[in-house]
């Protein structure tokens, strides 16, 4: 069956990078885009961006570009996203997910919790 | 602050229907697609409804959606305890100027 399955939980201090990783099977990986999104403690979902897997287009929310990079390794099926300089503020749940277009993300990972704290 | 208009909380009884609204602009679902995805504690959000109406695959047909202008609304008939969590709304918003998927803030569904 299709599965997206994600990178364990970070601890990061102020400032690090963090990257997640997210590996897909039981599809034709590059007939779908990847998107990337997170939701903060007691808050919402939040879309950071999506890449297509085929060409690795990327689109990047206004709000995280400048320290945002995702990324796709089409040999391991993977998608990759980098977040730098974290602040507290960026410590969320952040989930993969399989799109036809970034609207439809039909098949999501179960998520990796970041944390940054000093 | 999203720029999609959804209520902090709807609930119902078990077997009765419930819909939930999501409210924008011409910047957003006047001019796009909406859809519609459910949050269940300790779960992924799943997708529900996509292209306003089209029910994702796996999704009861006890889901519905649907868009007028600038508002679109999502309904559930039949409810059950399991529907329990958060729903959202998401489309695309061009009201800064540069494309991006935005989703609503987020309604919790009780059944009572």
């Known amino acids: 069956q299709v599965q997206m399955v994600q990178s364990g939980p970070e601890v990061k201090k102020p400032g690090a990078s963090v990257e997640v990783s997210c590996e897909a099977s039981?599809?034709?990986?590059?007939?779908?885009?990847i998107s990337w999104v997170r939701q903060a403690p007691g808050q919402g979902l939040e879309w950071m961006g999506w890449?297509?897997?085929?060409?690795?287009?990327?689109n990047y929310a206004q709000k995280f570009r400048g320290r945002i990079t995702m990324t796709t390794d089409t040999s391991t099926r993977t998608a990759y996203m980098e977040l730098r300089s974290l602040s507290a503020d960026d410590t969320a749940v952040y989930y993969c997910?399989?799109?036809?277009?970034?609207?439809?993300?039909?098949?999501w990972g179960k998520g990796t919790t970041v944390a940054v704290s000093s | 602050q999203s720029v999609l208009t959804q209520p902090p909380s709807v609930s119902a009884a078990p077997g009765q229907k419930v819909t939930i609204s999501c409210s924008g602009s011409?910047?957003?679902?006047?001019?796009?697609?909406v859809s519609w995805y459910q949050h269940l504690p300790g779960t992924a959000p799943k997708l529900l409804i996509y292209?306003?109406?089209k029910v994702s695959s796996g999704t009861p047909d006890r889901f519905s959606g649907s868009k007028s202008g600038t508002s679109a609304t999502l309904g559930i008939s039949g409810l059950q305890t399991g529907d329990e969590g958060d729903y959202y709304c998401?489309?695309?918003?061009?009201?800064?100027?540069?494309?991006?998927?935005?989703f609503g803030g987020g309604t919790k569904l009780t059944v009572l």
């Open positions: 011409s910047s957003n679902i006047g001019s796009n697609y």
């Open positions: 998401a489309t695309w918003d061009r009201s800064l100027g540069d494309p991006r998927v935005v």
């Open positions: 039981g599809y034709t990986f590059t007939t779908y885009g």
């Open positions: 997910a399989r799109c036809g277009s970034p609207l439809a993300m039909d098949v």
């Open positions: 292209e306003n109406n």
């Open positions: 890449i297509t897997t085929y060409d690795g287009q990327t």
